[in-house]
Structure formats: C-alpha cells, structure tokens
C-alpha cells in the first residue's frame, strides 16, 4: 500500500542521486571561490610588496633631512 515511501524504490534512490549531486557542485563550487580569493589575495599582496620595495628604495635615495636638522649626516 504504501510501497512509493519504501527506502528502496527507485524514486527515492533517484532523488537522493540528484541531492548528493547538488551537494557535491556546491562543494566545489565553494572551493573554488575559495581558492580564487586566495589567489586574488596572494596577487594583491605581492603587488602591494613590490610597491613597498619600490617605495622604500626612493625613499633611501632621498636626502636625510632629520640627520642634517640633529647637526649628523648618514654614511
């Protein structure tokens, strides 16, 4: 009588294969959104050091105004 509720027809088995299924896309769906943020971080971080270095060699080429003003001159 009540044989469509059964664990083991078809139907069910059908629905629980398009569940995992779904389940598994939006897995990896989520990982590679994870893995594409961390790619952009990992861009975003070695574009900001290249900027800090470039910024830190100018900044040795400049004059050492705080040594001249303390009456000493860098070596």
Do not use: P, T
């Amino acid at each position: 009588m009540f044989q469509y509720l059964s664990l083991n027809s078809l139907e069910v088995q059908h629905v629980e294969e398009i569940l995992e299924l779904q389940q598994a896309a939006h897995e990896f769906r989520f990982e590679v959104e994870k893995r594409q943020a961390h790619e952009d971080y990992c861009q975003w971080y070695y574009r900001m050091a290249e900027q800090n270095r470039a910024e830190l060699a100018a900044m040795q080429n400049d004059v050492n105004f705080y040594g001249r003003f303390c009456n000493r001159h860098e070596l």
